[in-house]
């Protein structure tokens, strides 16, 4: 039973270009969260979708876009890059029926560099 | 706004030693709170949770107790192993979970043999 699988696993890309990163939660679950983890802090919650809509955001600027497939995949989307979008980005899994506080499966993450 | 602070690390302690990592947190309402922690090479998995006041939290022998009064939730176990080397880090869902879960910086536990 694969977890949380994230692509692609590394990432260079430009100030100023667009991003699209990948999450398949895991099987059995049909919420997914992303979060973004500056070096040496904890993850910043950014969006979560459920129902192929998003229900909740955090702080993060419109720059910031997700969707989610009818297979429970979803995207993160970043335009404009800045340097500072530099971070490791979190996809995360619950179950479904799963209440708020049900335990959040994480995949290891996309490293984003913004040269 | 939810904020989690938590002790500053590495934190580095010999085989068999007593652990506490401390968390205290800031939130309107009463949070639900967590610890996750990261193995190497690992994503973040969940090591126990605890959602109302007095609660305690358990698994793998570590253990954290919700005290309101204190509004903190550190973590203990009685005697570390090589194994439980990772990166710790304490989280609170606030009620409804509006703003998703709120991570405290994490704390790097090493175990010495």
């Known amino acids: 039973d694969a977890g949380v699988t994230q692509s692609p696993t590394h990432l260079i890309k430009t100030r100023g270009q667009q991003v699209t990163l990948r999450c398949s939660p895991k099987s059995g679950h049909d919420t997914v969260s992303w979060y973004q983890q500056a070096l040496g802090q904890g993850p910043q919650f950014i969006f979560q979708y459920y129902e192929e809509e998003e229900r909740q955001r955090g702080n993060f600027p419109d720059r910031f876009s997700g969707h989610q497939f009818p297979n429970y995949s979803s995207e993160l989307n970043v335009n404009a890059l800045l340097l500072g979008d530099s971070a490791l980005y979190l996809c995360?899994?619950?179950?479904?029926?799963?209440?708020?506080?049900?335990?959040?499966?994480f995949g290891n993450g996309t490293r984003l560099t913004v040269t | 706004g939810n904020s989690v602070t938590q002790m500053e690390g590495p934190v580095t302690l010999s085989e068999e030693a007593f652990l506490t990592i401390n968390c205290t947190y800031t939130a309107t309402g009463y949070p639900s709170l967590f610890w996750y922690v990261q193995y190497p090479g690992e994503g973040l998995q969940l090591l126990l949770k605890a959602t109302k006041a007095d609660d305690k939290g358990s698994n793998k022998g570590f253990e954290a107790t919700y005290r309101k009064e204190t509004t903190s939730f550190h973590l203990e176990k009685g005697s570390v192993q090589v194994s439980d080397s990772a990166v710790y880090f304490c989280a609170l869902l606030g009620r409804g979970g509006a703003d998703g879960l709120t991570f405290g910086k994490g704390t790097h536990l090493i175990i010495q043999p």
């Open positions: 995360a899994s619950r179950a479904r029926g799963g209440s708020g506080d049900s335990p959040l499966h």
